[in-house]
């Protein structure tokens, strides 16, 4: 059988690395395609590796992501044309437990709906830029709510196993039945907050919602040129599609940046402190804006 390298997954197609590349793959391997090598690269030609969306049913086709710089050489060997090669798949799955960070900010009235402030807390390699900002700040949000006392009930989770479907939220909503729509809305810190190098991306449920997330956003003073704001009821890539399909109202702030899901994210490399800092005080915004959200 035939073993394809996508040359074009470099050159940005996104056929080889979207989320639901389901079925290019099963299509590939109904052409009798026996296995795909997928490059990818950062500006320094370091792999960037793409997520597991299918973890629990993965198709049959055997998938190598082998950095760009690697891939030159592989090119080069079939231009010289008759190559023949081999695709060892070597591997095992593994029994092992991850772990979500919960905690709960009672409010003194119980008869208004909670919030939940949201932010994955796994990814690959360092993943400093791609989590760094959403777990500081949300850490600094669950602060914030402590000392303000709020009338409405906080829910914070860090949830695990991102890369893997959203498997840590997954579990945290089917142990919380009900939670995604009885929530009054859902600030979810998705990836890159903050990063070095960003290419931020905003969205909102509802109009309101939509207008209060841009409104923080362009308060606290972020790059509006480097950022992309969705279309109303959007919830791009990240948690907030488990709570848009779930029903839910929702704000995302997430995104990606030069190195993202690159060995090289790392501190020194792709972190910008200061931008963390105005995208915290815009989600502070947004929380204290869903706290004061009338009652449906």
Request: proline letters at 4%; aromatic letters at 6%; glycine letters at 12%.
């Amino acid at each position: 059988g035939k073993i394809m390298i996508a040359t074009s997954a470099v050159r940005g197609d996104k056929r080889w690395t979207a989320p639901m590349a389901l079925k290019h793959y099963q299509e590939l391997e109904e052409q009798g395609v026996v296995g795909v090598v997928v490059p990818s690269g950062d500006p320094e030609g370091e792999v960037i590796l793409r997520n597991a969306e299918h973890i629990k049913t993965p198709f049959n086709l055997p998938i190598l992501q082998v950095s760009a710089k690697d891939a030159r050489r592989l090119a080069s060997s079939l231009v010289m044309g008759g190559v023949e090669g081999t695709l060892e798949v070597d591997g095992e799955r593994l029994q092992s437990n991850a772990t979500n960070v919960v905690a709960t900010v009672a409010g003194s009235d119980e008869s208004l709906a909670p919030i939940v402030v949201m932010t994955p807390k796994s990814g690959w390699f360092t993943c400093a830029a791609e989590r760094g900002g959403g777990i500081a700040i949300w850490l600094a949000l669950a602060e914030g709510v402590a000392a303000l006392g709020p009338r409405r009930t906080v829910h914070f989770v860090a949830s695990s196993g991102h890369e893997l479907h959203h498997q840590g939220l997954s579990h945290y909503l089917a142990a919380r039945f009900g939670l995604v729509k009885e929530a009054a809305a859902w600030l979810h810190l998705g990836a890159s907050i903050g990063a070095r190098y960003p290419q931020a991306r905003l969205g909102g449920s509802d109009q309101y919602l939509h207008d209060l997330a841009t409104g923080a956003v362009r308060d606290a003073g972020v790059d509006h040129e480097t950022l992309e704001v969705f279309e109303v009821g959007n919830p791009g890539g990240g948690e907030a599609r488990n709570i848009a399909e779930g029903g839910g109202r929702y704000v995302t702030f997430l995104g990606g940046h030069r190195y993202f899901h690159s060995p090289q994210d790392t501190v020194d490399v792709a972190v910008d402190a200061e931008n963390v800092a105005r995208w915290g005080q815009a989600a502070w915004t947004v929380l204290q804006g869903m706290l004061d959200l009338p009652e449906a």
